[in-house]
């Protein structure tokens, strides 16, 4: 095998090895676009058991006035209605929902 042909492939599998490298955000975003959480069932078990409610003025009397998802300290949604939240992982909750989980951030 000459110089030549050496050079050659070296050069070929940088560019591949550069391609492959700028490609893993991309895929990154892909996956995290098709890893978005669905909406918390409240007639999941976990969500029962605590006395989940998408609308925390349905929680009644065990409910704490002004407390909702959003302004939980388990709450992970910023500013959006629907979000994250560590009590229920992989789950999003409403920003005014409640649950018997709630403490004031």
Same mark, same amino acid.
């Given at each position: 095998?000459?110089?030549?042909? %050496?050079?050659?492939?070296?050069?070929?599998?940088?560019?591949?090895?550069?391609?492959? +490298?700028?490609? +893993?955000? +991309?895929?990154?975003?892909?996956? @995290?676009?098709?890893?978005? @959480?669905?909406?918390?069932?409240?007639?999941?078990?976990?969500?029962?058991?605590?006395?989940? &409610?998408?609308?925390?003025?349905?929680?009644?009397?065990?409910?704490?006035?002004?407390?909702?998802?959003?302004?939980? %300290?388990?709450?992970?949604?910023?500013?959006?209605?629907?979000?994250?939240?560590?009590?229920?992982?992989?789950?999003?909750?409403?920003?005014?929902?409640?649950?018997? @989980?709630? &403490?004031?951030?």
């Amino acid at each position: 095998m000459s110089r030549s042909d %050496t050079d050659e492939q070296r050069r070929s599998f940088l560019r591949k090895a550069a391609a492959g +490298v700028a490609s +893993v955000p +991309v895929i990154g975003l892909v996956g @995290a676009q098709s890893a978005r @959480a669905e909406r918390l069932d409240p007639n999941n078990p976990q969500a029962q058991s605590l006395n989940y &409610v998408h609308d925390a003025n349905e929680a009644g009397s065990a409910r704490t006035e002004g407390a909702i998802c959003g302004n939980c %300290t388990h709450w992970t949604g910023g500013d959006s209605q629907w979000g994250g939240c560590n009590i229920f992982p992989g789950k999003e909750v409403n920003r005014d929902g409640w649950c018997s @989980a709630w &403490v004031q951030a």
